[in-house]
């Protein structure tokens, strides 16, 4: 039952029992509308205060009718009370056992250690490819925004072992330090790579002075917020076009143009084929802009006689039904 039909119902019944009681002593003991509501607050909240006129017998039984009408009706507001507490503790206690279950089978997934601005943008974008994500927040504020985005998290420190433990950090295979300050996340990095030594690490820094830090501490790559949002300004006003046009590929929208980064496995049909062959332009109406080779070297803008081998990962720009259509056709086993 949701609490304010439940409001509705008490409402409902103190008006008619009220209702009752002040009709009943205005019938029965012939007395006005002030005297028989006053009877009827007395009686029913049984505080018994005193009594305005002589009762006679009908009234007295009358009396302890709405005496024990008051008393029931009373214990009826405690049982809600004690029941909307009860089930609300059980049904808390129960979702977060659901969903630390949920979190213990997570294989292969990203941990997200600070739910701030960065940190819930950032989980937003990696939510629209997979949901196999943990958030840890300790900011007590943050929780009912986790909760209403939807995503999976544990309240706590994010540099608690323990926690980390808890999170899957030795299953996962990503981490990202966005907690709030540069000290916190070096600390993070730290705690993180000792637990996971295989783990790819992404660490926020405000200072530039704690990039160093932070790659000595551990960390795969380090970003500043504030250096990627200057060079974007810079580029809008000074490239303005090709600005337009990276927001319009980068975008997660399903008409634009994307850029997508696809891993070529030893098994898939265009390992060993060169691109003349590939048939990715004429099948897919997809570009090719880069080949990113095991050894890490980058291709751009590939000739057409080169092959594409295993390992290799493939960036590739088009609209994003032709992309899904190449990802299952690179690894149709895959779902």
């Given amino acids: 039952m949701s609490k304010l039909k439940q409001i509705a119902i008490l409402l409902i019944i103190s008006c008619f029992i009220f209702t009752i009681g002040v009709v009943g002593f205005m019938v ?12 009827t607050a007395i009686t029913v909240s049984t505080v018994g205060f005193m009594e305005v006129h002589e009762i006679s017998s009908n009234g007295r039984i009358f009396t302890i009718i709405m005496i024990f009408a008051g008393v029931g009706y009373f214990l009826y507001i405690a049982g809600v009370i004690i029941q909307s507490i009860v089930e609300g503790e059980v049904q808390s206690i129960l979702g977060r056992k659901r969903l630390d279950k949920k979190i213990s089978k997570l ?6 250690c600070g739910y701030g601005r960065i940190g819930r943008v950032l989980c937003q974008l990696i939510k629209e490819e997979l949901n196999d994500i943990v958030v840890i ?37 990503f ?27 992404m660490a926020r820094a405000s200072n530039p002075d704690v990039r160093r830090k932070l790659m000595v501490a ?19 006003l000074l490239r303005p076009s090709v600005s337009s046009f990276l927001d319009v590929a980068l975008s997660r929208k399903r008409e634009a143009i994307q850029i997508e980064e696809l891993y070529i496995p030893k098994s898939s049909k265009y ?33 057409f006689e080169t092959l594409i081998e295993p390992q290799d990962t493939v960036i590739v720009m088009g609209k994003t039904p032709e992309l899904r259509q190449f990802s299952k056709a690179i690894n149709p086993e895959k779902k």
Wanted: proline share 3%; hydrophobic share 45%.
């Fill in 218 to 236: 551990g960390a795969n790559l380090v970003e500043s917020p504030y250096d990627t949002g200057a060079i974007s300004m810079g580029l809008k």
């Fill in 271 to 303: 390992t060993n084929v060169a691109l003349k062959d590939s048939g990715i332009r004429q099948d897919f109406n997809l570009i090719i802009i880069s080949i990113k080779k095991a050894s890490g070297e980058m291709l751009f803008n590939p000739h």
């Fill in 175 to 201: 981490l990202v330090a966005a907690l709030g300050t540069d000290t916190a996340n070096v600390f993070l990095v730290l705690t993180a790579r000792q637990l996971s030594p295989d783990i790819f690490i």
């Fill in 107 to 112: 294989k292969n997934h990203y941990i997200v």
């Fill in 28 to 39: 029965i003991e012939k007395w006005n509308f002030l005297d028989a509501a006053y009877m």
């Fill in 137 to 173: 927040e300790k900011d007590d504020t943050l929780i009912d925004t986790i909760e209403k985005d939807k995503m999976h998290y544990l309240p706590g420190d994010a540099s608690d072992e323990d926690l980390l433990e808890k999170a899957g950090i030795k299953s996962a295979s």
